[in-house]
């Protein structure tokens, strides 16, 4: 396999590549952070500097805040084509939930109760 193939977007007939998708989650989070940080770097400037107007400086907060908001978007619009419009990812989700699910009935409705392990919670404590 060519490096190249390990984050290109997956075919129509297979999920994700690992690569893919940490790139992805990276990039995603990436933008988040770089929203916090201009934030805090605004406030630091706007409470540093006496001739900025404070609606000068929540005008520019807020148009940080938009090219954000767009950029999170477009992440999104790739991450449903790179995986069948999403699919996958709901696939995923999906059969984690029903495993779940499954999990805490056979948890909840033992074979035999008398012999089940039990948690015991002090509410008075």
Request: aromatic fraction near 8%; include cysteine.
């Amino acid at each position: 396999r060519s490096p190249e193939n390990e984050t290109a977007a997956p075919t129509s007939e297979s999920k994700p590549t690992l690569d893919f998708e940490v790139t992805r989650r990276l990039v995603e989070t990436n933008l988040r952070d770089a929203y916090f940080f201009f934030s805090n770097q605004l406030k630091q400037l706007y409470s540093s500097n006496t001739k900025m107007k404070p609606e000068d400086f929540k005008n520019l907060q807020k148009e940080g805040a938009e090219r954000i908001r767009i950029l999170q978007y477009d992440l999104r619009r790739l991450g449903q084509v790179g995986d069948e419009e999403g699919s996958w990812r709901q696939r995923e989700a999906e059969e984690l939930s029903e495993e779940i699910q499954h999990r805490l009935h056979r948890l909840q409705h033992p074979p035999d109760c008398a012999t089940a392990k039990k948690l015991l919670c002090d509410l008075n404590a």
